[in-house]
């Protein structure tokens, strides 16, 4: 039996391979030797998968889920949970940023009786001032807008019971937003704080614009409210439209004054356009989900596994 699992998405992370699990196996020692290590390589364009063979044949509880391409760290995770066997199963970043000696900490609140163990970060000094700050940002709107209630300055980094992952594997949807579906299954849950590292090795894979999109699909799966705004910016603009039409006519019927011309005119009429586009906008997100969504795609493909 697998007490522990330890699922490790990576893409282009074999430059930090040998700092990893140097820091990372004696930390699960210490609370167990049922345990094993699951590597996904979200199709890694450098050696990576190499090195996860290398490893696998030292030591056999360091398996590897090689998939057929990149399909996203949110997608690897999914696969890595999948495959995932032990009776808690703890998701880790490969650049260490997420310090694996805090895993024993984690493991002794589980033993307490809680199915869920948050890693929230109490400082991230490796990060620039406006990543904390989109960072910080996001959490509170996100947590405006939906009924979902993301912990703020918490990622993926956590610990789950069995019966929280088999929760996790009952919701199948497309659009993975790896955050909100832990935060919706629910479950007894304790926190452990530490201080976020500098990247390691390598360089991330992760730009403003990626943060962005990522962003965007955390709202738009987790709340349909931007949808109900726009009934009521509409509403809103239709009020004020009757409201300037009323003065226009009491304006020309008792003042004798013009009705106003191409520039008033201009600026209506970009007006609407744009607040049009954007409704449009917003409703073309959620119907590209539900047509992902129809398609039935599996979420990955494998190519290769090792020791599973």
């Avoid at 990543?131 to 807008?145: H, T």
């Avoid at 999109?213 to 409210?225: Q, W």
């Amino acid at each position: 039996m697998v007490e522990l699992s330890i699922v490790i998405p990576m893409r282009n992370e074999a430059a930090g391979l040998p700092a990893l699990f140097a820091r990372l196996t004696p930390c699960i020692a210490q609370v167990t030797t049922q345990y094993e290590i699951i590597c996904v390589d979200d199709g890694s364009t450098d050696a990576t998968y190499l090195a996860l063979k290398e490893l696998h044949r030292s030591d056999s509880r360091i398996k590897a889920v090689h998939l057929a391409r990149n399909f996203g760290k949110e997608v690897a995770l999914t696969a890595g949970i999948d495959y995932a066997s032990g009776q808690a199963v703890i998701p880790l970043d490969a650049d260490l940023q997420d310090p694996p000696e805090i895993i024993p900490h984690m493991v002794e609140q589980w033993k307490k009786g809680f199915k869920m163990v948050l890693a929230t970060r109490k400082s991230r000094p490796g990060d620039s001032w406006l990543k904390r700050k989109s960072a910080e940002w996001f959490y509170k709107i996100m947590n405006s807008l939906s009924t979902v209630k993301l912990p703020p300055d918490t990622g993926d980094f956590r610990l789950m019971d069995r019966i929280v992952i088999e929760a996790v594997k009952q919701l199948p949807e497309r659009t993975r937003f790896m955050k909100g579906i832990f935060a919706w299954v629910g479950f007894p849950t304790a926190t452990v704080y530490f201080d976020r590292e500098p990247r390691q090795a390598g360089i991330t894979n992760w730009n403003y614009w990626n943060l962005w999109k990522f962003a965007l699909d955390g709202i738009f799966s987790f709340t349909s409210l931007p949808l109900r705004v726009w009934t009521y910016v509409g509403a809103v603009i239709s009020l004020i439209s009757f409201l300037w039409a009323f003065r226009i006519i009491i304006s020309t019927m008792v003042f004798g004054n013009p009705v106003a011309g191409y520039p008033s005119l201009m600026v209506a009429v970009c007006f609407m356009g744009g607040m049009q586009l954007l409704s449009i906008g917003i409703i073309g997100e959620y119907v590209g989900r539900i047509y992902t969504e129809s398609k039935h795609r599996p979420l990955y493909l494998v190519e290769e596994t090792l020791g599973i």
